[in-house]
T-cell receptor, first 114, second 111 residues
Framework: KAGVTQTPRYLIKTRGQQVTLSCSPI?????VSWYQQTPGQGLQFLFE???????NKGNFPGRFSGRQFSNSRSEMNVSTLELGDSALYLC?????????????FGQGTRLTVV | GQQVMQIPQYQHVQEGEDFTTYCNSS?????IQWYKQRPGGHPVFLIQ???SGEVKKQKRLTFQFGEAKKNSSLHITATQTTDVGTYFC???????????WGAGTKLIIKP
């Protein structure tokens, strides 16, 4: 079956703009989590969606938001971009994060803010 | 917030030497998962441990879950260049379904 698909793969934006990233989970997976990863850093948790509801949220400012659609596809939006938002954004899907199943990651979207 | 500590942050080894990374928590874990991220890649699931004292092996990799379910280790015997990358632990804590991630240990093979 198809893996987790993230689009676009690369993005260059100007400071102050906004951006929307997309994640299509593995078919049948209802949980989608988003992470920010900067060079040499670990995975910083942004939020998790399950059945169109935000179930968990990390410590990021309100400029970072997301949503999930009825087909489990998820989008992440960052408004008023700052230079420090340049990072690899990863999404991961799992069948249900309430159960201890593995997370499958997409290839990520590499965002550069100039 | 809930945390899991992973050490060391980096480990430099000669090819053929062993490598170990550790994850520790102050609270009981429901499970622990290990992932590998190759340079330029995304994290890929390696294994999950659920039972107290569980030990699992995958070729040269040995994964252990502590008796108290508060710590875990990943040991690689006789490292090879293909082992290069960052190894992350991730876990669910009791009564919490959010996956908590360690900071990762970067394995570097000395030339």
């Amino acid at each position: 079956k198809a893996g987790v698909t993230q689009t676009p793969r690369y993005l260059i934006k100007t400071r102050g703009q906004q951006v929307t990233l997309s994640c299509s989970p593995i078919s049948g997976h209802r949980s989608v989590s988003w992470y920010q990863q900067t060079p040499g850093q670990g995975l910083q948790f942004l939020f998790e969606y399950f059945s169109e509801t935000q179930r968990n949220k990390g410590n990021f400012p309100g400029r970072f938001s997301g949503r999930q659609f009825s087909n489990s596809r998820s989008e992440m939006n960052v408004s008023t971009l700052e230079l420090g938002d340049s990072a690899l954004y990863l999404c991961a899907s799992s069948f249900d994060s309430m159960e201890p199943t593995e997370a499958f990651f997409g290839q990520g979207t590499r965002l550069t803010v100039v | 917030g809930q945390q899991v500590m992973q050490i060391p942050q980096y480990q430099h080894v000669q090819e053929g030497e062993d490598f170990t990374t550790y994850c520790n928590s102050s609270t009981t874990l429901s499970n622990i998962q290990w992932y590998k991220q190759r340079p330029g890649g995304h994290p890929v699931f390696l294994i999950q441990l659920v039972k107290s004292g569980e030990v699992k092996k995958q070729k040269r990799l040995t994964f252990q879950f502590g008796e108290a379910k508060k710590n875990s280790s990943l040991h690689i015997t006789a490292t090879q260049t293909t082992d290069v990358g960052t190894y992350f632990c991730a876990c669910h804590m009791d009564s919490n379904y959010q996956l908590i991630w360690g900071a990762g240990t970067k394995l570097i093979i000395k030339p």
